[in-house]
């Protein structure tokens, strides 16, 4: 599938240009439809662009947020996708948007994603804006290399959920949003900043082994083409 490359000369000036986009996809949602969808990532890189994010002014009440993926951790464990969106994103104007959590304080993580599943798919879909970040091992949600449902989160034949993912590579359990959840997002874009993420990049380009880089099932086979936002 097609992709595009947006270079920003700095992460403050990709910060506010993937705001003001992302922003404009949710209006516009929240204008034809009445609503809107986001579902974002977690990790170091997307801090600047929540802040930037939680500062425009659109109709935030009718805007649902969830996240692409979670450890199985409550909301208050400092690893928690929460609460770093709840810190850097659920605040200013966007402090009206409901947040759905994958989280679920659940006895175990397969009952956390079968109640996270209902609560995500109540959100509808497609999702109007997925914003996917990338390791340095080219994973991207939680779709790990040697993750043990790897193979089943990247089937585009089986139903949107939320599924488990354990992996090496992944520290705590996670719980993620399945491809098929994410591939034929309104707006799909992959945030990386740093040059080792554009070599990382390259790398998936220059490929197709998804199991050994699994963001290559991202640039490859989703629906949606792929808006690839990168600062040095
Ligand atoms: O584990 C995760 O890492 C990726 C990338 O994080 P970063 O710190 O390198 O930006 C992120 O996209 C994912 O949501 C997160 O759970």
Known sequence: MAHTLHSFDNGPALAEALADKVAATLSESVTNRGS???????GSTPKAFFEALSKKPLDWSKVSVTLVDERFVPADNPRSNHLLVATHLLKNAASEAEFIPLYQPEADIEAAATVA????SEMGTPLDVVILGMGADGHTASFFP?????EDALDLELPPRVMTMEAAGA???????????IADAGLLVVHIEGP???SVLEKALSGDDEAEMPIRAVLGRAETP?????AP
């Open 196 to 198: 080792e993420k554009k």
């Open 36 to 42: 809107a969808t986001l579902a974002v990532s977690g």
């Open 146 to 150: 040697g993750g043990d449902n790897l």
């Open 117 to 120: 599943t209902d609560a995500v």
């Open 226 to 230: 792929v808006e690839i936002y990168w």
């Open 171 to 181: 520290g705590e359990p996670r719980l993620t949003l399945s491809f098929s959840s």
